[in-house]
């Protein structure tokens, strides 16, 4: 231990050492400084930024602010173009910092010459300025600044650059706006902003079936960040011939999969655009993340249904057995549960319905009864209940008969299933016993929470961006007790994710209109 703490301090004068040497070479750092002495500083600084000792001593000198007037100098000769290449650099360095990051993403200034110069890709400094965005937007508070500037011009700005046609012989230079906007809707506010967007901006070959694993896997994040809330976005993608996009990432053009065999609902579009992939994803990251966007678009009833009918089941089938990943494998099972489980619950429900008639029938003919025999003599009477019991009998062989056909039925139902997604019959038979039980015991907090508020078929997924979990039934989650009082709904399946999300930036907004 005493030669831990002896080596944590020779560090530490190092550190103190190598700021005192960057600060005496600061001040020669003056507008009358030669430009070539000027490179020669900054290349001497440039290699300890990297380095977040020696960055955290020099957030408290004038050093930041030299270094971001920089950015606002037009490149006007090659030896200007240098330095201005070197301080994006340092700055790239230096903004994992939070504070010099706030700095920096609330000048006005220095924000709108980084959007001008993203979008010249004839620029040396293009790249450079994409990957400073991309660190700024790694701070909640940052992703909230960008979508405020201009009433969120700036993300429009960002889509359109992003849509912007990439042949494969070309550099991809727009590629890491897809990350861009990913952190972005990790925010309220971004997530709105993309609501209000076509769903073909983002649900396109250019886009999901692109050679550049960096805009996939960003492409694919915003799409699952913005499913966070149903909006008309949900819908669209519901709606959207584009859809089969996101299943042949987890199938491809793969020569064993005919849904038209399995499922004669699934529309002609659907299944041309998922036979028409070229090949699987095999990014573990992106097959992910498009099992996750399925989940959260099982999130309502009418997510479900559609789901459904343009044959996502038999994709998923397929997809879970090319599935190597046992994680992502999970996820696929969780995905086919809701859809089970939403099946068993309709065939449950018809059972019940059919017993509670019967009860009732039964009641009622037992109430007749009683209300005649003190008008019927003795022998009528018995009569009577001899033939009421025979009715009974037979009312209750018949619907014990009903009852066996449709625990056939849901036999028969369950082993093409199980077959698809299961190990074996028995375990696959105790999983779906174990769902329904469950749901029956969960039947009268449902019952509850309904009458709290909220139409039925009204389910959300947690507002914290990192969670994919969502309600079972409505009002599951609990509501942020300060939106709640401003007419927003931000919900949470758990105090840790509750946490996590205040961290992330909700405590910017909480509360607020």
């Known amino acids: 231990k005493e030669a831990e703490a002896r080596g944590v301090e020779e560090e530490n004068a190092q550190v103190r050492e190598v700021a005192e ?27 300890y930024t990297a380095n977040h000792l020696i960055s955290g001593e020099l957030l408290n000198t004038d050093f930041l602010p030299r270094l971001a007037g920089f950015l606002t100098v037009p490149p006007s000769t090659p030896i200007f173009s240098s330095i201005l290449m070197t301080a994006i650099s340092i700055v790239i360095n230096l903004s994992e910092f939070e504070e010099y990051s706030r700095k920096l993403i609330t000048n006005h200034q220095i924000l709108s010459r980084i959007m001008l110069q993203i979008s010249n890709t004839s620029s040396q400094q293009q790249q450079l300025y994409l990957m400073l965005l991309v660190n700024l937007t790694r701070f909640p508070f940052a992703c909230e600044e960008l979508c405020r500037q201009m009433n969120g011009d700036y993300v429009q700005e960002l889509i359109s650059l992003l849509n912007q046609p990439v042949s494969n012989s070309q550099q991809d230079h727009y590629a890491w706006i897809a990350i861009i906007l990913m952190n972005a809707t990790q925010t309220y506010t971004g997530r709105k902003i993309i609501q209000n967007q076509p769903v073909t901006q983002f649900l396109n070959s250019s886009q999901l079936l692109s050679s550049n694993p960096i805009r996939k896997r960003g492409v694919v994040g915003t799409i699952k960040n913005v499913l966070l809330e149903w909006s008309s976005f949900s819908d669209q993608i519901l ?49 992910k993340t498009v099992v996750e966007i399925v989940m959260l678009l099982t999130a309502r009833k009418e997510g479900r249904e559609t789901l459904r009918k343009i044959g996502v089941y038999e994709a998923l089938r397929e997809g879970h057995k090319l599935e190597t990943v046992e994680d992502i494998g999970d996820i696929f099972e969780r995905v086919v549960e809701v859809l089970l489980r939403e099946e068993h619950d309709k065939e449950n429900v018809a059972v019940n ?49 009903k009852e066996k056909e449709k625990e056939k039925e849901e036999g028969e139902e369950g082993e093409v299933d199980i077959v698809a997604f299961g190990d074996s019959d028995t375990e696959e038979e105790d ?49 942020c007790g300060n939106c709640k009082k401003t007419g927003k709904k931000i919900r949470y399946c758990s105090r840790d994710c509750q946490k996590t999300a205040w961290v992330a930036g909700h405590k910017f907004i909480c509360g607020k209109n």
């Open 431 to 479: 999983k779906i016993v174990e769902i329904i039980e469950e749901e029956e015991k969960k039947e009268e907090v449902k019952q509850e929470k309904v009458e709290e508020g909220g139409e039925e078929d009204d389910t959300f997924g947690c507002d914290n961006g990192e969670c994919v979990k969502i309600e079972e039934y409505p009002n599951e989650f609990q509501l």
């Open 353 to 401: 319905a059919v017993d509670e008639v019967g009860q009732n029938l039964n009641e009622a003919t037992n109430k007749e009864e009683m209300q005649q025999e003190g008008t019927q003599n003795q022998g009528k009477e018995g009569s009577q209940n001899q033939v009421s019991k025979q009715e009974e009998a037979t009312k209750e062989t018949k619907r014990e008969e």
């Open 21 to 47: 040497q960057i600060k005496e070479l600061l001040k020669h750092l003056v507008p009358s400084t030669k430009p070539e002495n000027v490179l020669m500083i900054l290349n001497q600084i440039k290699p």
């Open 239 to 287: 709606q959207s011939s584009h859809l089969g996009f996101l299943l042949s990432i987890l199938i491809g053009s793969n020569p064993t999969f005919r849904p038209e065999e399995q499922s004669k609902e699934v529309p002609k579009h659907i299944l041309s655009t998922i036979t028409a992939s070229s090949r699987r994803e095999e990014d573990d990251n992106v097959r």
